[in-house]
DNA sequence: TTTTATCGACAGACAGTCGGTCTATAAGGA
DNA sequence: TCCTTATAGACCGACTGTCTGTCGATAAAA
């Protein structure tokens, strides 16, 4: 019965992630959530002090997970550039376990407020990693730009918008135009000949299928 | 009393407009609603099936009088292609009239549904009227790319999510570099001469203010 | 007479509150 | 050392107020 409140805490989070990823967040009521926990409402509430509080710390959860992820493989320097740089951007997808299914289910309008949030820990947090192993790059002469952040950022946030979301409706056939496009475009971008990141794009996409 | 169904509908939206341009859309109660255009719940409920039905239909209203305009702008084949180019992306801002203060707002965490349906709306109409003025630009010479349609989704994406929403937070400092380093990709992705576009981009920033 | 627009009472669901309970453990006294 | 009392942290569930969407009745127009 009684419990320690971090493990409360935990509980709740683990109940909330698994319905929120079924039914999103509007459609999970608090009721739900303390159902499956196994506990009255007043101890909800002594935990959180409200559900989008829930939902904060379960993104919260999630983030420093997946940042350090992305992060441990960042920093690993045994490994070639473009090995890395394809690590660091499935990571992002694969999402290390903690939270499950959150990405697969992060897509429809019930979630757009954590969907939101979500977007907005990667928009900040993605670019600064992979920034460093580009200016490693550059450094080594394999990529070229006077700003290696903002081409970073510019990336993530097309792929996060364009590929991940269903903000664009595309068939098959656009979706391969559309990643030719973005491999020509990255090689403008970071100042490489024409063709030469086209298997490590072609991976990611391969890999993280979509 | 009694009105035409259009002209209450109307009624209807001027009301949620203004509401959810405040409160945002889950802030309003479909009370403050009924009460601001002065008629009983089951009216409301005749015109509009429910409370995000009146969203949809909102923001189906403003889309078609932005994209309209921006369309417009485009097709004036007595400006030039420059200055085109600006009058649609300060058509994005300034919203036509219609939905006055909807952007303004947009961005609180309140409105993130209404939020996500209106940059699904720009980020597939807005595209297609900026390459429409590009490809002109390439016959006369003045880009080069083999793909404007996907340069200019890349474009307005990061304008969009960086620049016009709260989701990276930037120092004046920090956006001035934003700035010139969007200007420099720009015209890597467009294949111009490095510095050929300053003063446009320049233009779209002052007169937006952001 | 049929269709169209309006009304407002009502049902059902939900988020969050509040007063109070229970228990482990710490503090203090014998 | 043993017993009693005090405290704080975890927990409970009834209750409140609010909100969305429904429905049958009604009035006005066509």
């Known amino acids: 019965m009684r419990k320690e409140a971090e493990e409360r805490r935990n509980e ?4 909330a992630d698994e319905l929120f990823s079924q039914r999103g967040f509007d459609g999970t009521s608090t009721k739900e959530i303390l159902e499956k926990v196994g506990i009255a409402r007043g101890t909800l509430y002594y935990h959180f002090k409200s559900k989008e509080d829930i939902m904060d710390a379960l993104i919260e959860r999630y983030s420093v997970n997946l940042l350090e992820t992305a992060q441990e493989i960042a920093a690993n320097k045994t ?7 394809i690590g660091v951007v499935l990571a992002l997808k694969i999402s290390g376990g903690s939270s499950k299914e959150i990405m697969e289910h992060i897509h429809k309008p019930q979630n757009a407020l954590m969907h939101q949030k979500i977007q907005k820990v990667i928009i900040n947090g993605v670019p600064p990693i ?4 580009i200016r490693e790059g550059i450094e080594q002469g394999l990529f070229n730009t006077p700003f290696p952040y903002e081409c970073m ?3 993530v946030v097309y792929m996060n918008t364009v590929f991940d979301d269903d903000m664009v409706e595309m068939t098959n056939e656009e979706q391969a135009t559309r990643i030719q496009a973005f491999t020509f475009n990255i090689e403008r971008l970071l100042g490489v000949e024409s063709g030469s990141l086209m ?3 072609k991976q990611m996409f391969e890999n993280g299928k979509g």
């Not at 490994?79 to 740089?85: L, P, Q, S």
């Open 12 to 15: 709740i989070l683990d109940a």
């Open 153 to 155: 950022e510019m990336v």
């Open 79 to 85: 490994i070639a550039i473009n090995e890395r740089i």
């Open 130 to 133: 992979l920034t460093g192993i």
């Open 199 to 201: 298997s490590i794009v």
